[in-house]
C-alpha cells in the first residue's frame, strides 16, 4: 500500500480525557473524545488483529454518528496487517506512560515542531494547536484553548512563538468552587448561551455570574491585547468550551466574535503538518 493510503491515529491526550482522529493519508476521516481508557484496555490493543478490532476498543459504537459508522464501515475494508501507527501528543505523563505499551506508538515530542523561539516546558498541545491554526489560516496567530486550563498561544509573522497565558478553564473554575468550599454547590458547564444576570440574587447565579462574566472579560482583554500587538493578526478557538465562549462572546461582544476562527480540530491540523512533511 502506498504510504499516502496509509490509515493512522492521531491521540491528544488533554487534562479531562482523549481526542482521536482517524486519518487516512493526509486525509482527516473523522474525529470523536472519549474518556480515559483503562490499563488493560490499552495493553489489549497490541493484540488486535484487524482496524475494526481496534477502533472497537477505543471508538464505542453507541458514540458514532451515521456518517462516521458509514466511513468506519468504507475505513474497515481498508486491511491492515500492522497495527496502525498512533502518533500521540499529550499533557499528562502518566497516560503518556499507558501508551507506551501499543506496539507502533509515535510519541510527538516539541523538537518535532518548527515553531521557532519555544521554551521547553510549552505544552505539547499549545504548540501543535498555534501550528496547525497558523499554517492553515497564516501568521501573525493567536490560540484560545478552552479546555481543562484556558490558554492563549501566540506567534508572529516569522513563525516564533510570542508567548501566552494559562489559567484555570470554565469547568475547573465551577468545579474549585464547588470542592474548596463548604457550601457553594457545583455549577455544570452547559451549551446554553444564556446569560446569567450580572447582579445575582441567589448562589447558583451568583458564581455563574462571578465565573462568565470574568472569563469573557479576560478573553476580551486579552483579545485586545493581541490586536495591539498585531493589528491584522489572526485568532483560532478550540477545546470542549468553545461553544460556549463563542456564544458568550456574540451576545457581549459581537464585534470580537465574528472575527474568530472556531476549530476543534487545530491539533489534528498541527500534527498532520508535521506526520506528512
Ligand atoms: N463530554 C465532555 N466531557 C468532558 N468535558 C466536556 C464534555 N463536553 C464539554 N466539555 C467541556 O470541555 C472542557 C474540557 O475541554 P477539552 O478540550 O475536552 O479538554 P482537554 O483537552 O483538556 O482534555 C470542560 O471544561 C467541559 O466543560
Ligand atoms: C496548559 C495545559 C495544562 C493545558 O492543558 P489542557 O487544558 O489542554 O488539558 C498544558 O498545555 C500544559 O501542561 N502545558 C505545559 C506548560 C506550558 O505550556 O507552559
Ligand atoms: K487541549
Known amino acids: 500500500m502506498r504510504e499516502t493510503e496509509k490509515i ?41 488483529q484487524t482496524l475494526d478490532d481496534l477502533l472497537l476498543a477505543i471508538f464505542p459504537v453507541h ?21 496502525p501507527a498512533i502518533f500521540l501528543a499529550s499533557v ?41 491554526a497558523g499554517k492553515t489560516w497564516g501568521f501573525p496567530m493567536l490560540v484560545i484553548d ?21 489559567l484555570p478553564g470554565l469547568g475547573l473554575q465551577f468545579a474549585t468552587l464547588g470542592q474548596k468550599t463548604g457550601q457553594l454547590p457545583f455549577i455544570k458547564t452547559g451549551n446554553s448561551a ?15 455570574s462571578g465565573v462568565i462574566y470574568t472569563f469573557i472579560a479576560g478573553i476580551k482583554d486579552f483579545i485586545e491585547a493581541w490586536w495591539c500587538l498585531f493589528p491584522e493578526g489572526k485568532i483560532a478557538i478550540k477545546g ?8 458568550y462572546l456574540q451576545a457581549l461582544y459581537p464585534e470580537i466574535a465574528v472575527r474568530l476562527i472556531v476549530e476543534p480540530n487545530l491539533i489534528f491540523w498541527g500534527i498532520q503538518k508535521i506526520v506528512i512533511s
Not at 458514540?63 to 497495527?83: D, G
Open 146 to 166: 478552552a479546555g481543562t486550563a484556558l490558554t492563549f498561544t501566540a506567534a508572529d509573522d516569522n513563525q516564533c512563538l510570542v508567548g501566552g497565558a494559562i
Open 92 to 132: 499528562v505523563p502518566s497516560q503518556t506512560a499507558l501508551w507506551q505499551t501499543y506496539p507502533n506508538i509515535r510519541i510527538i515530542t516539541l523538537d518535532r515542531i518548527p515553531l521557532m523561539g519555544v521554551y521547553p516546558t510549552l505544552g505539547i498541545d499549545r504548540a501543535l494547536a498555534l501550528w496547525g
Open 63 to 83: 458514540q458514532r454518528t451515521e456518517a462516521q459508522k458509514q466511513q468506519q464501515e468504507i475505513i474497515a475494508k481498508a486491511s491492515v496487517l500492522s497495527p
Open 8 to 48: 493512522w491515529l492521531a491521540l491528544e491526550i488533554g487534562n479531562s480525557r482523549l481526542h482521536w482522529a482517524l486519518f487516512k493519508g493526509e486525509i482527516l476521516n473523522f474525529t470523536w473524545d472519549i474518556d480515559y481508557l483503562p490499563e488493560s484496555v490499552i495493553f489489549e490493543l497490541a493484540r488486535c
Open 240 to 247: 470542549g468550551d468553545r461553544i460556549l465562549l463563542i456564544n
Open 194 to 208: 444564556s446569560l446569567p444576570p450580572r447582579f445575582a440574587l441567589n448562589t447558583s447565579e451568583a458564581i455563574q
